[in-house]
Structure formats: structure tokens, C-alpha cells
């Protein structure tokens, strides 16, 4: 009996690139997008609430080792914006074409002198497309830097 899964993404291909620059060493990434209501009761609707979609926003993290090799500091600064582009595998990937970096962290070990990792948190700032949502730029997912 085969315990395969065809068709189901595990995440093991996912990447962060900002600006076409792919941010290697990603351990992990969220987004979670919403939409705020519109909420209101008139003569028309027999003392229930009517609720319509109003702005969507897409909010999330990302969290990386840091790496002399790749290049997160110049890229990845708080109040900066960049193209962010999520990749859930080489063709999969949520467009963020105008992402705020709202927060820069990282963690270090000094018992170990291990810089252990960093994390980002961001927001959309305009359109956003998610997987295979038509009008999303054309990206290809670059490979990690050699």
C-alpha cells in the first residue's frame, strides 16, 4: 500500500525572493490575507445585518537563517518596500508586488556565537495576487546563490 500523496504540497520547495533576489536558508513563512466588512441593517432587510466585503490585505512573516552568502540585510529593512514573492513550490507562489517591511529581527545565541536567525514581518500595500490568480507578474523562482 503506497502512503504517496500525488498532488500535495509540502512546502519543501518554498522560497522567499524580494526584488528577484532569492533569500536562501527560509526555515519558514506565513501569510494570512483579509478582508475588512461593511456592516449595516436598513429598512430592506428585515432586522438582519447585511455584511459586504470592503479593503483586502495580505499580512505575514517570514523567518530565514542568516547567511554571509546572501544578501537580506540590503534587501530586508523595516519601513522599506520591495516585489515579495512567496513560493509554495517552482510554479505556486503568492505576488506581493508592493510589500512593506514593517519589522526586522534577529536572534542571537551568545553561549553558542551562533547567530541563530531573523524574521521579518510585512503587509501589502495595493494588489496582491495569490497562487495562480490571474494578473500575477511572471516570476520564476531563482535559485539560491553558489
Not at 524580494?18 to 429598512?43: H, I, M, Q
Not at 517552482?90 to 508592493?98: A, E, M, N, R, V
Request: one cysteine or more.
Amino acid at each position: 500500500m503506497s502512503t504517496t500523496c500525488t498532488g500535495v504540497l509540502n512546502g519543501s520547495n518554498g522560497s522567499l525572493s524580494c526584488d528577484g533576489v532569492r533569500l536562501a536558508r527560509l526555515t519558514a513563512w506565513s501569510a494570512t490575507a483579509t478582508s475588512g466588512t461593511n456592516d449595516f441593517a436598513d429598512s430592506d432587510s428585515g432586522g438582519y445585518t447585511q455584511t459586504f466585503p470592503t479593503r483586502r490585505q495580505i499580512t505575514g512573516s517570514a523567518d530565514f537563517k542568516i547567511s554571509t552568502d546572501f544578501p537580506q540585510w540590503d534587501r530586508l529593512r523595516e519601513g522599506e518596500c520591495c516585489d515579495l514573492v512567496l513560493n509554495l513550490n517552482s510554479t505556486l507562489y503568492i505576488d506581493i508586488p508592493i510589500a512593506v517591511i514593517t519589522s526586522f529581527a534577529i536572534n542571537v545565541n551568545i553561549e553558542d556565537l551562533e547567530v541563530e536567525e531573523g524574521t521579518i514581518e510585512f503587509s501589502s500595500s495595493g494588489r496582491y495576487y495569490m497562487p495562480g490568480e490571474a494578473g500575477a507578474h511572471a516570476h520564476v523562482q531563482p535559485a539560491a546563490p553558489t
